[in-house]
């Protein structure tokens, strides 16, 4: 992802945007996927690698490897929304770089489990900016531990954050005009 989002802003800037909204294929897909970097696919083996060799330790079952599997998911369209929504505000905000390197301090949080921190910073890091939605519930999906309100609230907050983006995504492209213009 990160190739993509924080292209949108240069795009915007420079007037490339144009010819991004002009070819035949949706707008948002191409700016977040058209410039994958496959070197980072020895990283999402070396994160496999690392988490059979977690869980090897752990009692776990095929459901909560099942269930963890669906709330990373879920994860990576909660982190997808927040970095689209903050990019996306370059079609009112020329600068937006300093947006992204906050999105990227405050994700550095996900680094932890929940309860590393206080309750007002858990509260804030759950409901307000839902990193710990990220990694903490996938986590304890596998362990056994999750709630079923936390199994729900995960997928239904990417859902609704997914929608709202697209929405957002619109009415930003709508209210685009060239650089040339």
């Not at 996927?33 to 696919?41: D, E, G, K």
């Not at 095929?62 to 970095?83: D, H, R, T």
Request: charged share 10%; net charge positive; with cysteine.
């Amino acid at each position: 992802m990160q190739p993509n989002m924080s292209r949108i802003a240069e795009n915007v800037r420079t007037g490339n945007m144009d010819f991004t909204l002009l070819k035949p294929i949706d707008a948002q897909f191409n700016v977040s996927a058209r410039h994958l970097n496959v070197l980072r696919f020895p990283d999402l083996l070396i994160g496999a690698g690392l988490l059979v060799y977690a869980a090897a330790g752990l009692p776990v079952t095929p459901g909560g490897v099942l269930a963890a599997a669906g709330l990373y998911l879920s994860g990576l369209v909660i982190v997808y929304c927040i970095w689209l929504a903050l990019s996306t505000t370059a079609f009112w905000f020329v600068k937006t770089q300093n947006a992204t390197e906050l999105f990227n301090g405050v994700f550095g949080a996900a680094r932890f489990p929940a309860t590393s921190f206080p309750l007002p910073v858990r509260f804030f890091l759950t409901f307000v900016i839902p990193v710990t939605l990220i990694t903490t519930v996938p986590a304890q999906a596998v362990t056994g531990q999750l709630t079923p309100a936390l199994a729900l609230v995960s997928p239904l907050l990417a859902l609704a954050l997914f929608v709202a983006t697209r929405l957002f995504w619109q009415r930003a492209v709508a209210s685009y005009t060239s650089a040339s213009s």
